[in-house]
């Protein structure tokens, strides 16, 4: 850079009569140049970042028209927030006045004040943003309500605690209940964010498996209607109810908690694909597309399903 930018005064010098001016004009040109570019690229970022607002934004106007009554806020009920699922509302209600997850909930929260190896739970997840803001990235790496509360348990001295297990699940349910009511605010201008949210996007639009449906298939085109005897969720608010407990899954498998990616590896066999394991990108890459499309949507879990 050195030597052009030497190279140049030198041309410049021979070819003038006034060779000092000609070096502060080329110094100019130079430094409109740099600007030039700068201001080319804040303006590609912010193009960029309004293309996600954009999407986010009719993603949402679509639902909230299509389902004219239900405002933005009661999309957080899962199925129950749509008018055709009236009949299992009030049960639904019922219910959560006296949630059957509390027996699983309670021993949770006491754990989260326990003190192991000088460190609790509470402490430890005090140095991340409230619930209402994950997924959020610190050192370039993508941290999700799961991936910290499994580092602190290893702080703890408690890595035996499992992606999937009951215990991780009611501690994810513990830590996002103390955000009950906050509207979901991620702060995503990030590129690491971005690049998630478009696999995301392929991911939820994309037809796969046996019966070639995408997410969107069920959860946009068929939102509302009935499969077997469920009705179909919208997929605004998806991310805002889980973990989600079910008392059926109880007596199947002795824990009752589903967690937003077992949900996700539930629906990938719905289109007769392979679902890809705990831990696997694809599943967070989903998780953000979600999260992203329930901005301003207030948390509301755990929650019980019928
Ligand atoms: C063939 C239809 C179908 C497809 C395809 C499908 N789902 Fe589902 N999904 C359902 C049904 C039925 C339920 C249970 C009723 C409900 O909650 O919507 C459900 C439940 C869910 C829930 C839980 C909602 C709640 O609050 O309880 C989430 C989240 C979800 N699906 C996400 C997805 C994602 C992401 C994909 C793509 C990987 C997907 N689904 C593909 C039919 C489908």
């Known amino acids: 850079m050195k030597e052009t930018y030497l190279n ?16 502060i004009q080329v110094e100019i040109g130079f430094f409109l140049l740099i ?52 009949s299992k509302e009030s049960t639904f209600h019922f219910l959560e006045q006296l949630p059957p997850y509390m027996h699983a909930l309670f021993p949770a929260r006491s754990d989260w004040n326990r003190n192991y190896n000088g460190i609790t739970l509470k402490n430890c997840m005090s140095q991340h943003p409230p619930a209402n803001r994950f997924p959020y990235v610190l050192d370039d790496q993508i941290i ?22 009951s215990l991780l699940s009611a501690l994810v349910a513990v830590f ?67 973990p ?20 996700y590896q539930r629906c990938f066999s719905r289109t007769g694909a392979v679902a890809p394991p705990f831990g696997d990108q694809r599943l967070l890459a989903l998780e953000i597309y979600q999260t992203l499309n329930d901005l301003s949507i207030p948390l509301n879990a755990p929650q019980s399903r019928l």
Request: glycine share 8%; proline share 2%.
């Open 244 to 263: 989600v407990y079910s008392q059926a899954r109880l007596f199947q498998t002795g824990n009752g908690w589903i967690t937003l990616h077992e949900q």
């Open 176 to 242: 996002r209940e103390q955000s009950r009511g906050s509207p979901i605010q991620i702060d995503w201008v990030n590129e690491k964010l971005k690049y998630m949210y478009q696999e995301g996007y392929r991911i939820f639009w994309g037809r796969r498996g046996q019966y070639n449906y995408s997410c969107a298939s069920c959860h946009v085109s068929n939102a509302g209607n009935t499969m077997g005897n469920e009705v179909i969720s919208a997929a605004l608010g998806h991310t805002s109810a889980f």
């Open 35 to 86: 600007i030039a570019v700068f201001f080319a690229w804040v303006s590609s970022v912010l193009s960029q970042d309004n293309s996600i607002d954009e999407e986010v934004e009719s993603f949402q106007a679509f639902f909230l028209e299509r389902f004219y009554s239900v405002s933005l806020e009661e999309f957080n009920q899962g199925p129950y927030s749509l008018p055709q699922s009236a």
């Open 8 to 23: 140049r005064t030198v041309i410049v010098g021979f070819q003038s009569a006034r060779p000092m001016k000609r070096i």
């Open 144 to 165: 999700s309500v799961e991936n910290a509360i499994l580092a602190c348990l290893k702080l703890q001295g408690r890595s035996s605690v499992k992606v999937g297990s």
